[in-house]
């Protein structure tokens, strides 16, 4: 899994323990007055990360932007484990002040609680995600998809600027959905009427029928040719009762071990099951009136979601992602289900020429006809620090690496930027904004944070046989628990 779902599990007792206690002991002062009038002049600016990998981008931003801009911009490289704890001593002692830095989107009301993040509109008094054109007759342009735009909001603020964004979709080797579409054209075309030849027993009849079955070799090229089409464009499955029925009918090549094969055990692969039924925090993932885990739309994916083992044989204690897209690349499955990383792990592999096929991707199917899937959203993006004394110049260099270095992320980090521009030049990439329309980031109350990791055992455990409904009573249990969340009813 990425860097978001890492991170906050790693920090996630250190981050609650340090705002807190800081939170109690320390003055803060009021949050609207934390932006401060840029310094006239030549200015520093500090960038704060700790993805080591975008060491690179970053530090080519700064020199960038700096020459461009006659400033200063130092990146700071800190230890994940000790991130959030660096963070706020520096903010306070005001020693190499994080201006700006990069924080998972569900570690947002920490921050903000904190004083550690303000709304970007504060800072220059217009919408940070408006070009200068628009600023002027008051329209924005969005460069991202809107969930990720809900990601870096709290309370209607734009706390976040999106860097960048991690999701799941379907994969699959392109050759299976033509080959299964040819052989269900030819099972139609060649088709008999069972029940009438079954109830045949005049033996003379018997023989003539048998003579009037049909081949492949007896069809007619362009009906077959037609009759395939058809079944192609619904080969690839929108629905999990498609996906059954490619499973049920589909004669899989030599090599060829399975249909699927996905990680039961990691959420960021499991939870488009349940996304589209169950509310966490509304669609900014900050409204603690609206938590609805234990519903029966719940209990009926997850019902769904487990009789998927009497089909797809996948051992819980066994899987992982890894070793499920490495049976991908080997050409073991039809179908997987992949997050961003992915690409570039496909086109290595066919550059080295060790991949037998060629792949495609599509969004995530739906449940069923009438539940919506929508997968788990990963957002880290860039928050100007209410400490900073240079709010205005941090928020113009965070622009600046969320849109100007976008290509730069992805060509050379192999990192999905937010800003969907950088599909004009990597049209690849479009699948996983598609998916991330249809998708939810992690909410950003301080009291849900361990519920992921609730939730991700919860999916586990209903694999593995337990009742979908007791388990869903269980978390909504366990969420309103000890919690200023309130209780279902």
Not at 430 to 447: G, N
Request: glycine share 8%; proline share 4%.
């Amino acid at each position: 899994m990425r860097f978001g779902l890492k991170l906050f599990r790693v920090i996630l007792v250190a981050l609650l323990v340090t705002f807190l206690y800081y939170g109690a002991h320390c003055p803060f002062p009021a949050r609207d007055d934390l932006v401060q009038e840029t310094a006239k002049g030549s200015e520093t600016i500090y960038f704060w990360y700790t993805r080591e990998e975008l060491s690179d981008v970053i530090g080519s931003a700064a020199v960038s932007f700096g020459q461009e801009n006659g400033v200063r911009v130092i990146p700071v490289l800190a230890a994940e484990n000790e991130y959030p704890e660096q963070l706020y001593a520096a903010s306070v002692s005001g020693e190499r002040c994080p201006d700006a830095y990069l924080l998972p989107s569900n570690l947002l009301e920490k921050a903000y609680l904190a004083g550690m993040a303000v709304d970007l509109a504060s800072v220059t008094g217009t919408d940070p995600l408006a070009s200068q054109e628009e600023a002027d007759n008051g329209t924005a342009s969005l460069t991202c998809p809107e969930a990720l735009l809900n990601a870096g909001t709290y309370e209607g603020k734009l706390l976040m600027r999106p860097l960048s964004f991690d999701t799941t979709v379907l994969v699959y080797r392109t050759e299976d959905p033509v080959r299964w579409a040819h052989q269900a054209a030819v099972s139609e075309l060649t088709a008999i009427d069972m029940d009438i030849a079954d109830g045949i027993t005049d033996e003379s009849v018997a023989a003539q029928i048998a003579e009037m079955i049909l081949t492949e070799e007896d069809l007619d090229p362009q009906v077959l040719a037609d009759k395939e089409a058809e079944y192609l464009a619904g080969a690839v499955p929108a629905t999990i009762p498609d996906l059954l029925q490619f499973a049920g009918t589909y004669d899989v090549p030599a090599g060829t071990e399975g249909i699927l094969e996905w990680d039961v055990n990691d959420i960021l692969y499991n939870y488009w099951f349940l996304g589209g039924v169950i509310d966490l925090c509304g669609p900014c993932g900050d409204d603690r009136g609206s938590v609805r885990v234990n519903n029966i739309h719940g209990v009926e994916c997850l019902e769904t979601y487990q009789n998927l083992r009497e089909f797809f044989s996948i051992d819980s204690e066994q899987i992982s992602y890894e070793s499920c897209v490495e049976d991908f690349l080997a050409g073991k499955y039809v179908f997987t289900v992949g997050s961003t990383d992915i690409l570039q792990r496909l086109q290595a592999a066919k550059d080295a020429g060790t991949l037998g096929f060629d792949y495609g991707f599509a969004l995530l199917p739906d449940i069923s006809d009438t539940y919506e899937s929508k997968a788990l959203c990963i957002v880290d993006g860039v928050v100007v620090n209410g400490y900073s004394e240079h709010g205005e110049l941090a928020e113009r260099f965070a622009e600046y690496l969320t849109t100007e270095c976008a290509d730069m992320l992805y060509e050379r980090c192999g990192i999905v930027p937010a800003d969907r521009t950088v599909t004009v030049r990597h049209p690849e990439l479009e699948i996983f904004f598609r998916q991330a329309e249809k998708s939810i980031a992690l909410p950003k109350l301080m009291e849900t944070q361990s519920f992921w990791l609730e939730l991700e055992a919860a999916f586990t455990s209903v694999w593995d046989g337990e009742d979908p409904a007791q388990t869903l009573d269980t978390l909504q249990e366990k969420l309103e628990s000890g919690s200023r969340l309130p209780a279902e009813g």
